[in-house]
């Protein structure tokens, strides 16, 4: 079974950085796409970044410049670097693989909390 376990949750003032994690594991070879999205309370799921198979990346208007998509095939991990982290980016983050066009799979999600 394929699992993606995302880690580097937590509460930071604004204006700080934190760096989230996502592995995957079990049977799976390559991954088409990474994908992070987030979710706050009573707000729609949006996606936030991905990063193909080619290395190419997109962000939602609302992280461009403070947010970056990367990661390590090797490792099968996709990390999510946040900087100048304002109370807005408060949500549960989600990371997700596409192996395919017609597979997804998800992580269970990292709570992200940025107060002062």
């Known amino acids: 079974q394929v699992q993606l376990v995302e880690s580097g949750g937590g509460l930071v003032q604004p204006g700080g950085s934190l760096r989230l994690s996502c592995a995957a594991s079990?049977?799976?070879?390559?991954?088409?796409?990474w994908n992070w999205y987030r979710q706050a309370p009573g707000k729609q799921r949006d996606l936030v970044a991905t990063?193909?198979?080619?290395?190419?990346?997109n962000y939602a208007d609302s992280v461009k410049g403070r947010f970056t998509i990367s990661r390590d095939n090797a490792k099968n991990t996709v990390y999510l670097q946040m900087d100048s982290l304002k109370p807005e980016d408060t949500a549960v983050y989600y990371c997700?693989?596409?192996?395919?066009?017609?597979?997804?799979?998800w992580g269970q999600g990292t709570q992200v909390t940025v107060s002062s």
């Open positions: 997700s693989a596409d192996p395919n066009v017609y597979i997804r799979y």
């Open positions: 079990g049977r799976i070879f390559s991954i088409d796409a």
């Open positions: 990063i193909t198979s080619a290395g190419s990346t």
